[in-house]
Structure formats: C-alpha cells, structure tokens
Antibody, heavy 121, light 105 residues
C-alpha cells in the first residue's frame, strides 16, 4: 500500500521560499512507472497542478506555466522523498498543498494528507 | 492551457437518484480524463481514469463515458456516502475542472 506523508511549515512570509517534503512509503521515487506531483487548492484558483518529477532512465521535471519561473521539485533517492520549493511567494500562494502520485493509470491515484500554507507577514 | 468546464456547479439530489455530471474540454484530450471525489477536509480520491475505467475498489454505481471534448460521470443510484464535490481532470497537461458539489435536496 502506497502512502505519502507531507511535512513542512504552515506559515511563510511574503517574498520568502515555501518548502514542503513528501515522504513515500510502499513505492520508490525512482520508479519507472510513477510520476510525483505537487498540487494546490484554494477557493480562488481551485485545484491547480504545479509540477512533477519522474525518472525514465534519467530525471525529468515538468512545471505549470503559472509558476515555472519560481518553482523547483527535487527527488531525493536516499530518503525516498521529493520536495517542493516555491520562491518569492505572495499571499496569492496561500493554499492547501498536496503531493500526489500518478501511477500506471497516469491519473493521481495516491495523495498526501495536505498541508495548509499561509503566506503572511 | 486546456480549460475544463464542469456543469452544473451544484446539483441537488436525493438518495436513490441517478446523477450525471458533465465535463467539457477546450480542445480534444482523447480519453485522458479522470474523475475524483472530494469530501471536506480530505484529499481528492480517484474514481475513474481514462474516461471510463473504474479505479480498483470504487463501487460500480460510478461510471464514466466520453472522448474528445465531452465527458460524463454518472452515479446510477445515489448513496448517502456520495454527497461530495466531484472534479474532472485532463492529464495531457493536468488541469482540473472547477468542481460539482452534489448536495442533499
């Protein structure tokens, strides 16, 4: 059974960096049949996919156009987790953040528990 | 970006009703569509992928159909546990619909 456990701060100051980690159990971040994504949800923007990392002979990343200039998603094979770094945040980045796996179906079949992040001074 | 539009935004129904939710894509996505159910305080749960394939463990009263730009999610006989918000999602470039809340009439 695959589980994702999120960790990270719930409050970030404007202009700083939002950093979250998603620990994977029951699967591998290096799996050739999975991709690992970050998704956020807010009343104003709904569910918004932010980006993903996946391994297919080498590491790849894809990012949403809306955040492409200020996001990185990194895998950590030694800890079997992946992380989100969103730079130069503003109050508009306040949202519930989820990590999720896209498995063999290519849809998001496993989700983390969610982390509410507030951007405020 | 491919835009996903769901209708209706809210649906009032009773236990036992047949419920249909529609999702339209702004351009063809073949069958690369998933449906999720979300309850308050919980992460979305995958119900259907590839437009019509039921995820393991999901009750057979849920079904999906469509291809190209028009898709539907049907609940054949609404159960009390089905009152929730439902989202479609295309996974050619990973955008979600705005959601349909199924509430008790």
């Amino acid at each position: 059974q695959v589980e994702l456990q999120q960790s990270g701060p719930g409050l970030v100051k404007p202009s700083q960096t939002l950093s979250l980690t998603c620990a994977i159990s029951g699967d591998s971040v290096s799996s050739n049949s999975a991709a690992w994504s970050w998704i956020r949800q807010s009343p104003s923007r709904g569910l918004e996919w932010l980006g993903r990392t996946y391994y297919a002979s080498k590491w790849y990343n894809d990012y949403a156009v809306s955040v492409k200039s200020r996001i990185t998603i990194n895998p950590d094979t030694s800890k079997n987790h992946f992380s989100l770094h969103l730079y130069s945040v503003t109050p508009e980045d306040t949202a519930l953040y989820y990590c999720a796996r896209a498995g063999g179906s290519d849809a998001f079949d496993v989700w983390g528990q969610g982390t509410m992040v507030t951007v405020s001074s | 970006d491919i835009q996903m539009t769901q209708s209706p935004s809210t649906l009032s129904a009773s236990v036992g009703d047949r419920v249909t939710i529609t999702c339209r894509a702004s351009q063809s996505i073949s069958s690369w569509l998933a449906w999720y159910q979300q309850k308050p305080g919980k992460a979305p749960k995958l119900l259907i992928y590839k437009a019509s394939t039921l995820e393991s463990g999901v009750p057979s009263r849920f079904s999906g159909s469509g291809s190209g730009t028009e898709f539907t999610l049907t609940i054949s006989s609404l159960k009390p546990d089905d009152f929730a918000t439902y989202y479609c999602q295309q996974y050619t470039s990973w955008t979600f619909g705005q959601g349909t809340k199924v509430e008790s009439k």
